[in-house]
């Protein structure tokens, strides 16, 4: 049985769904949705571009045109958060992302301790590291950084993030095709797991919520390279 065959039967539940979602997207739909998880971090990246592999190992999606469009994709929403943070500065940039949502005051603040720690280096190992990747182009942007190292860096980094991803799911295809329904289990646990944890901090965090958040940010490390 093919994964799309999985998926159009009671036994592909969330997980077939997803496959058949990406499946009619196609390679183009696959880089607007990165374009959005960018901007907007609570769409799983990994969940996409794994779904993507899996139908690659399939033969229902070409395995290049799906590695260039989910760069083109995590490249222009970097982009938009650059900007963000280069109009912005760095204390109204904190708050911009400080409301998206499902995004904590923490998760801003270690991005941007994570670019003051590592400067310019950030944005290309940035790419590669979960919650960071989402957010590194903002401080970028606040301390200015050139904008063709900006793009060079985050494009390098996005290509080897999105090459692993993608194929991890190649490589988990038949897998995922011989256990679409026991993978549901696990989709639902991680979902319940992920909005209880997210409620607990945000309850917590009312209590904890430090009276100087949003302010300037230390960033004086900019020009390590």
């Known amino acids: 049985m093919s994964v799309l ?50 139908l690659i190992n399939d033969g229902r999606m070409s395995i290049v045109p799906v590695i260039i469009w989910a760069t083109v994709g995590s490249v222009l929403g970097a982009t938009i958060l650059y900007w963000v943070g280069r109009l912005l500065g760095p204390r109204r940039s904190h708050a911009f992302l400080d409301r998206l949502p499902l995004v904590e005051t923490a998760d801003v603040d270690r991005t941007f301790e ?30 200015k950084m050139p904008f063709w190292q900006f793009l060079l860096f985050t494009t390098g980094g996005s290509l080897l993030w999105n090459c692993l991803l993608i194929g991890l799911g190649v490589a988990a295809g038949d ?28 309850v917590t965090g009312r209590y904890r919520r430090p009276a100087d958040a949003g302010q300037d940010l230390p960033l004086e490390h900019e020009d390590r390279a």
């Open 5 to 54: 065959a999985a998926a159009a039967s009671d036994e592909g539940g969330i997980t077939g769904f997803l496959l058949d979602i990406i499946d009619k997207l196609g390679a183009v739909g696959v880089g607007l949705t990165i374009l959005i998880e960018t901007v907007i971090p609570p769409i799983p990246s990994e969940a996409v571009l794994g779904a993507a592999g899996v």
């Open 114 to 143: 994570w670019f003051a720690r590592h400067g310019r280096g950030a944005v290309f190992f940035g790419r590669m590291v979960p919650i960071v990747r989402s957010f590194v182009s903002v401080p970028a942007g606040v301390v």
């Open 175 to 202: 897998f995922v095709q011989a256990n679409l329904q026991y993978l549901d289990y696990a989709v639902v646990v991680v979902v319940i797991a992920a909005v209880a944890w997210f409620v607990y901090k945000k």
